[in-house]
């Protein structure tokens, strides 16, 4: 069964309007329950999670300009350091929140003591 003409009105003024279900129920000329019983329909629910994906993706590549804008115009060094930090945590690059050891702590400091033996034979 396709939506009928309130159901997609509907759906639009959910996603683009800045109205509340009962304001939305008023204007459309049906009951608030109803609205409430388009929402467990299945074809209104995909629409309706179709349309809004398709605005969170409009909005997260105006937020990615706004950052970007941020971390190349902002004259507040605060400002351009979290920008550049939020980029590069959503790009994969967040650090490690902790260290996962992989051999001894002694092995480690004589492999460090080691290395800097052998610098200091190497540098004159």
Same mark, same amino acid.
Not at 26 to 34: K, M, N, S, Y
Not at 62 to 84: I, N, P, W
């Given at each position: ?6 159901q997609? $009105? ?7 309007? +800045?109205? $509340? ?28 999670? +179709? ?15 706004t ?25 994969g ?6 260290? +996962?050891?992989t ?22």
């Amino acid at each position: 069964m396709a939506l009928k003409k309130k159901q997609k $009105t509907c759906i639009d003024m959910l996603v683009e309007a +800045s109205m $509340t279900q009962k304001e939305i129920a008023e204007a459309l000329g049906v009951a608030e329950q109803t609205i409430c019983r388009w929402k467990r329909d299945e074809e209104f629910a995909a629409e309706y999670s +179709s349309r809004l994906r398709k605005k969170i993706h409009l909005a997260a590549a105006k937020a990615f300009k706004t950052e970007q804008d941020l971390l190349l115009h902002s004259e507040s060094d605060k400002v351009r350091l979290g920008a550049a930090k939020d980029i590069l945590d959503r790009a994969g690059f967040k650090p490690k929140d902790e260290i +996962s050891l992989t051999q001894s702590v002694d092995d480690s400091l004589r492999e460090m003591q080691e290395y800097f033996a052998n610098r200091q034979k190497e540098d004159p």
